[in-house]
Every structure is written in structure tokens, then in C-alpha cells.
């Protein structure tokens, strides 16, 4: 593959635009019979008995797909039983994937973690730099050439951007997930149950709208509350909401008819609704819409959107959820919008908790693959980047560190470049879920280094300009500065930091001679040129050595900023040290949110930035590492069942489009009934 040609994603890629960072799904039925139980491993020893599976190298590289469909992966059965899990503890959707019970957590609770390990990336180029690649090239090298206990946990992608522009994220060349196919189109289904939550979720928003609209306090307490068998009884979640507004009564004909309306009328201001169905396809003409125009529902029409289905608020409390009854809470705690006196609404309040949940309940299952080598990879959730935290979940991080072992490596990826990504994985997803992280791979190449020095704009689908393809150690050392910034950052927080140059058939020994020099002056703890987009683990030998080196630091891991500080001054402190600004300017509808959100008792909820992600600053021109700038919050937003707050820095896409020529012009089968065209 030419690599002076640049394409939406790149061969050693799989990050795209920020409104395309996340988007893949669909779903099958389990098949039980399909596959025999794992042997139950008795060993003692913590090694796991792992066959690793041999590449064939090609040169010139095929295609992804070609690569991922020339490998016979084993069945997933035999991956289950060298991890040592039960068989009650698997279900299997094929002979290729299954789910994985979160009971493993509780037969290994007294079982050390292993080391952890974030993939993160300098502010990249719009196509990327090939951090989803970079982890499964470094966990094939640490278990299939070191020997080594080395689990993958990734997001699972979007169908959307698979058809639309960016294409497969299951890593690239000879590293990565398979089946690819599998990975990218269905799954387990886990995206469409969280459409089928989220929209049901909406459609109680409209219809209790509605009805309160059109009944009086008595009767619409009578339908809540109906009679049934000369029997009134207060469902369980209604109790809830008793308890909630101080009513301590049991007895639905003892309520006092200011209780009944009080209970009844949840009274929701349209123009406070910040929940929006979702679709995994993008579809520009759904940005903006107009429902309730039939006529049963006439003087009910208002104007709303669809967001593409990774954007739900269901996803991003999928990630963070730590357990069943966690994630139950958390859908609780939703708030979809505010009464006209000025208080929140929540999922809990329209009775609707629950069935998210029945709805959820396979899905909080994450789901085991393996990588082209044979290694174990955990797949689950997958949120956006800018209006979420754009990391995996938290418990298959929790599953895979106790089935690694304390001397065994859990390697995971943080979405967009270190600034956000990063950011958010330490201040949100590990004070969610208690863990320390003990490495960060931070991924730069020589295109992008060039870029932040000053070279020519990168566009998808143009050729690379002469400076990208050819040695100039100058732009590099000035691209170099975000490099810096970013190692920087990553100090901040008290974790070492190993620089992964993900090489380029173009990169000159010079050049990436510079970069390591560059990165040891910054800070790195080390730096290691990799090729396993090429190569595969056998490619990544020297970041996995390194990587294990930095795992034997000691940890001084630590927050950014204290949860108890106010919004603006959260909002400050990530401006100031990880962007580099000078400082914050909000808008006026910014502190009227704040003010909002510290009055509703969310002021201590961590802050979840939503910039581009294409420069440090909020201008995504500005490349380098810029400084002295004020950054601009115009917006800021809730997320309150998933636990963070979200400021807006420009506008920010929740439903991409598709282009002139989408990806689904190549994507077919073949005679023999074989994906073909995915990339």
C-alpha cells in the first residue's frame, strides 16, 4: 500500500475525525451448541498455556481484510480455556466470539491485578497516528514472542463510519482483532441494545409530555396508579420516587390530592430536553427533525435530533459502570431534562430505569476475541471521545487484569491524542473504577511530528506533500514540541511514559533517531521504534521489552484536580496544564448551566472536555503546542448517569454524514458468501 497516497485511514490507523472516533455494531443470537466447553484449568501456575498463532509475512502488505481472512483464528473455546475461565462463565455467539461473565470478577477477587497499561497518542493528523494498531501489535509481541500473560481490551466500533468514510477499526496490517469482520459489523449486538434503551428512554419523554397534557391531576394519577382486581399498588420504582419527593406513604388511597399531583406530574420544560434518540448510521438528515406531527399527537410537535447510537449517554454508562447494580443506578440517575420549576428529571422519575437495565443485562458482558497472533482481546463499549471519555469498559479492564496475573499486562487505548484521551481515562475512568495505571504508550510518527513542525495540511484522499515523504529532520525536531507536551501531560499525573514511533516506510533512520532524542529530553522514560503494522509482535519486540521496563517503576499516580473544587476552576486547571492555555472565557449560557448544575447537586462530578481533537488548543490549525491562549466554553452539558460534566469548546457533531462516495461501494460478499471491501 502506497503511503504517499493518504486515505480516511491510514494503514497503521484506525482513528479518524473526531465525529467518526467511534462508530460500529449489530447483533446475533448465542449459539450454545456451536462450541464445546473449555477444559476447566486446574494449574496452579499463573502462565497461561497460550498457542500462539504464526504469521505469514507478506511484502508487499495485503489489505486488512485480506490478512485477517488469510488467518485461521482459533475457536474461541480453546481461548476460553487457556485464560483458565469456566465454562459458566462463557456464552458463546459462534465458534469466533463470546461473552464473558462478570462472575470471573468474584472468583478472582482475592487474585492480584496485573500491570496496566494506556495507549495514547500525540494530536494527530485527521487520519490518526495507529493507537488501536500499536495495541495489538505490543499485546501480540508481549504474549506470543515474550511469553508473557497480555490481554487487549478495546472499544467496539460503530457501524456508522464502517459504511460511511473511515472503515474497520480492528487495528491494521498484521496487527490485529479477528475476526475482522465480526469486530466491525455485529458483534454481539451489544450497539443495538443500547438504540433500543436510549430510544425508549425518548419515547416515555414524549409520551409522558403527552399525556400530562391531556389529563387532569386525578385521572393521570388513576392511570399511573391503576386499580387492577379491586387491588392499587405502587410498583416498586414508583416507591422510589415517593421517597425521593419526602412522601412516605404506601398506600396509593392515602395520598392527599397535592401528593397524587405531585407525584403524577413530573411538569418537563421542552425546552430543557437534552435526550435524543440514536441510530448506529450516519445520517446528516437526521441532525435536525420535527416529531408529533401525526395527528393523535397534535399540539405536541417540537424540533429534535438523532445522535449516531455511540453517543448515547447508555454508552458512555456502559464504559464506566462497575457492576450490574452499578449500572442500574446509574440509569437511574439520567437526567433527561428539567421541570418547569427548575428541577431535574431523571430516568428513574418516568419509571423507565429498570427496563433499561432488563434491556442492558447481556450487554454489560464483555466480549472475548483474539488478535492475529492468537492472543486474547476483550471487546466492549465504545463512547465518543469529545462529548464522552472515549475508553473501553471498566470491567473488562477489571476481568482481564485478574486474568492476567499480578506478573502478567492489560494494555488498553484512550481515544483522539493525549490531551483528551488521556485526560479523561485518568480523571474519569480511574476514579471510577480505583485503578492505577502503570505505563503510558504515547504513539507519534514522523507525518504527524512533521505536521506540528510547521509542514503542509494533511487531508484525507490528497497526495502527502514532498515534506512528508522525504527527509527533513528540522520539521520534525519543531514537530517535536507537542510530542514534549504530551510527554509532559502524561507527568503530570505521575506515570512514565514509553514514546512509540509507529514507523513509515518513508521514515529515515535520521529522522527517527532525532524523535528518540527528542523524546528522552522531554521526559520519556524510553522510546522504541515499532513496525508491527508490518511485522506484527514480532515487529513490536522493542516497545514490549521497554514497555515491561517502565511497568517495573514505581507508581505515582495521581488526579489532576480535587472533585470538590468549583465547575470553572475544574474546568481551568485541564485548560491550563494538559492544553496549555492561559486561561478560560464563559459564555453566558455556560455559567447559566454552572449555576444550574451546582444548584441540582452535580457540581462534583469530574469534567469531560469536548474539543477537537486536531490541536492542543480549541483552533485546529493551531499544530504544535501552543500557548498563552484563552480557551472558550460555550456550552456546558450533563451527563449525570454516567458521572461527568461536559463543556462544549466550538460545536461538536453527534451525527456524522455520509460522503460522496461512502465505504459501501466495496462492501459485498463474494460467491463463496465472504465479506469483501471492508478496510
Known amino acids: 500500500m502506497s503511503q504517499c497516497v493518504l486515505r480516511s485511514r491510514c494503514h497503521c490507523s484506525n482513528a479518524g475525525p473526531a465525529v467518526y472516533a467511534f462508530l460500529r455494531s449489530s447483533s446475533t443470537t448465542p449459539v450454545h451448541h456451536q462450541v464445546p466447553r473449555p477444559a476447566e484449568n486446574t494449574q496452579s501456575d499463573t502462565t497461561w498455556q497460550m498457542r500462539p498463532l504464526p504469521l505469514n509475512l507478506l511484502q508487499p502488505v495485503p489489505s486488512d481484510l485480506e490478512i485477517a481472512q488469510a488467518q485461521e483464528p482459533k475457536d474461541i473455546s480453546e481461548v476460553a480455556s487457556e485464560l483458565g475461565l469456566h465454562h459458566k462463565e462463557i456464552d458463546y455467539y459462534g465458534r469466533k466470539k463470546a461473552k464473558v461473565s462478570l462472575d470471573v470478577l468474584e472468583r478472582y477477587q482475592d487474585e492480584p491485578d496485573g500491570k496496566y497499561v494506556l495507549v495514547a497518542g500525540i494530536t494527530p493528523t485527521p487520519l490518526g497516528e495507529g493507537k488501536s494498531t500499536t495495541v495489538m501489535g505490543l499485546v501480540q509481541s508481549l504474549g506470543a514472542h515474550l511469553g508473557e500473560n497480555a490481554f487487549a481490551c478495546i472499544r467496539q466500533p460503530s457501524q456508522g463510519p464502517t459504511f460511511g468514510i473511515k472503515g474497520g477499526a480492528a487495528g491494521g496490517g498484521y496487527s490485529q482483532v479477528i475476526p475482522m469482520e465480526e469486530f466491525n459489523l455485529h458483534l454481539t449486538g451489544d450497539i443495538h441494545a443500547i438504540t433500543a434503551a436510549n430510544n425508549l428512554l425518548a419515547a416515555a419523554i414524549d409520551a409522558r409530555m403527552l399525556h400530562e397534557k391531556s389529563q387532569s391531576d386525578k385521572a393521570l394519577y388513576s392511570r399511573l396508579v391503576p386499580n ?157 471521545a469529545n462529548i464522552a471519555h472515549g475508553n473501553s469498559s471498566i470491567v473488562a479492564d477489571r476481568i482481564a487484569l485478574k486474568l492476567a496475573g499480578a506478573d502478567g499486562y492489560v494494555v488498553t487505548e484512550a481515544g483522539f491524542g493525549a490531551d483528551i484521551g488521556m485526560e479523561k481515562f485518568f480523571n474519569i475512568k480511574c476514579r471510577a473504577s480505583g485503578l492505577v495505571p502503570n505505563c503510558v504508550v504515547l504513539v507519534a510518527t514522523v507525518r504527524a511530528l512533521k505536521m506540528h513542525g510547521g509542514g503542509p495540511k494533511v487531508v484525507a484522499g490528497n497526495p502527502l506533500p514532498r515534506e512528508y515523504i522525504e527527509e527533513n529532520i528540522d520539521l520534525v525536531r519543531r514537530g517535536c514540541s507537542n510530542l514534549k507536551k504530551q510527554i509532559e501531560n502524561a507527568g503530570k499525573f505521575g506515570v512514565p511514559v514509553v514514546v512509540c514511533v509507529n514507523q513509515f516506510k518513508s521514515d529515515t533512520p535520521a529522522e527517527l533517531a532525532a524523535i528518540r532524542e527528542e523524546a528522552m529530553a522531554g521526559g520519556a522514560f524510553d522510546a522504541a521504534v515499532s513496525n508491527h503494522w508490518s511485522k506484527g509482535g514480532a515487529g513490536a519486540v522493542d516497545l514490549a521489552y521497554a514497555v515491561r521496563t517502565a511497568c517495573e517503576q514505581p507508581s505515582n499516580f495521581r488526579y489532576l484536580y480535587d472533585l470538590e473544587a468549583d465547575i470553572p476552576s475544574k474546568i481551568e486547571t485541564i485548560a491550563r496544564e494538559i492544553y496549555g492555555a492561559a486561561g478560560i472565557e464563559l459564555s453566558d449560557l455556560a455559567r447559566e448551566k454552572i449555576e444550574r448544575y451546582e444548584r441540582q447537586g452535580f457540581g462534583n462530578l469530574p469534567i469531560c472536555m469536548a474539543k477537537t481533537h486536531l490541536s492542543l488548543s480549541h483552533d485546529p490549525e493551531r499544530k504544535g503546542a501552543p500557548s498563552g491562549f484563552t480557551l472558550p466554553i460555550r456550552d456546558i452539558r450533563a451527563s449525570v448517569g454516567a458521572g461527568f460534566l461536559y463543556p462544549l469548546v466550538g460545536t461538536m457533531s453527534t451525527m456524522p454524514g455520509l460522503p460522496t462516495r461512502p465505504c459501501f461501494y466495496d462492501i459485498d460478499l463474494d460467491d463463496k458468501g465472504n465479506v469483501v471491501g471492508l478496510f
Open 228 to 384: 387492577v382486581n379491586g387491588k392499587r399498588a405502587f410498583s416498586k420504582i414508583q416507591l422510589r420516587r415517593l421517597e425521593k419527593l419526602g412522601i412516605s406513604k404506601t398506600d396509593p388511597d392515602s395520598l392527599t390530592p397535592e401528593e397524587a399531583a405531585r407525584f403524577a406530574r413530573l411538569d418537563i420544560d421542552p425546552d430543557t430536553i437534552t435526550w435524543q434518540r440514536v441510530v448506529d448510521t450516519n445520517d446528516r438528515f437526521l441532525r435536525g427533525i420535527m416529531v408529533g406531527v401525526g395527528p393523535k399527537e397534535k399540539g405536541a410537535s417540537r424540533e429534535t435530533q438523532f445522535d449516531i447510537a455511540v453517543a448515547s449517554e447508555i454508552m458512555a454508562i456502559l464504559a464506566l459502570t462497575t457492576n450490574l447494580a452499578d449500572m442500574k443506578e446509574r440509569f437511574a440517575r439520567i437526567v433527561v431534562a428539567s421541570s418547569r420549576a427548575g428541577e431535574p428529571v431523571t430516568a428513574e422519575d418516568l419509571g423507565v430505569s429498570g427496563a433499561l437495565t432488563v434491556l442492558m443485562k447481556d450487554a454489560i458482558r464483555p466480549n472475548l476475541m483474539q488478535t492475529l497472533e492468537g492472543t486474547p482481546a476483550l471487546v466492549h463499549a465504545g463512547p465518543f
